[in-house]
C-alpha cells in the first residue's frame, strides 16, 4: 500500500521558517518525482516544486523561488520542504505528490497545514 505522510506543518512568523516533511512508502521512492502542492483558503492548487529523486535536479514556482528549498533522503524515503523568509500569502495546505515519470501524481498525502501570520 502506497502512503504519502506529510508533517512539520504550523503557524510561522512573516519572515519566519519551517520545515515540511513526507515520509513516503510502498513504493520505488528512490526513482520517483517527488513535488510539494499547495492549496490556499478559496483558491485552487498551485504546484510548489518538484524534484527527480534519482539525479536530484529540481524545479520552483516563481513565487517560492529562492525562499523554499526541496530535497529528499532516498535511505529514509522521506521528502523535505524548508521554507524560509515566509510571507502570510504561503498560508495554505501543503500536500506530497509523487509517483513515476510517467504518472508523477499518482500518490498524494493527506495534506498539512501551514499558517503565516503575526
Known amino acids: 500500500e502506497v502512503q504519502l505522510v506529510e508533517s512539520g506543518g504550523g503557524l510561522a512568523q512573516p519572515g519566519g521558517s519551517l520545515r515540511l516533511s513526507c515520509a513516503a512508502s510502498?513504493?520505488?521512492?528512490?526513482?520517483?518525482?517527488m513535488s510539494w502542492v499547495r492549496q490556499a483558503p478559496g483558491k485552487g492548487l498551485e504546484w510548489v516544486s518538484s524534484i527527480y529523486s534519482h539525479s536530484s535536479n529540481t524545479y520552483y514556482a516563481d513565487s517560492v523561488k529562492s525562499r523554499f528549498t526541496i530535497s529528499t533522503d532516498n535511505a529514509k524515503n522521506t521528502l523535505y520542504l524548508q521554507m524560509n523568509s515566509l510571507k502570510p500569502e504561503d498560508t495554505a495546505v501543503f500536500y506530497c505528490a509523487g509517483g513515476d515519470y510517467a504518472t508523477p501524481y499518482a500518490y498524494w498525502g493527506q495534506g498539512t497545514q501551514v499558517t503565516v501570520s503575526s
Open positions: 510502498g513504493f520505488t521512492f528512490s526513482s520517483s518525482v
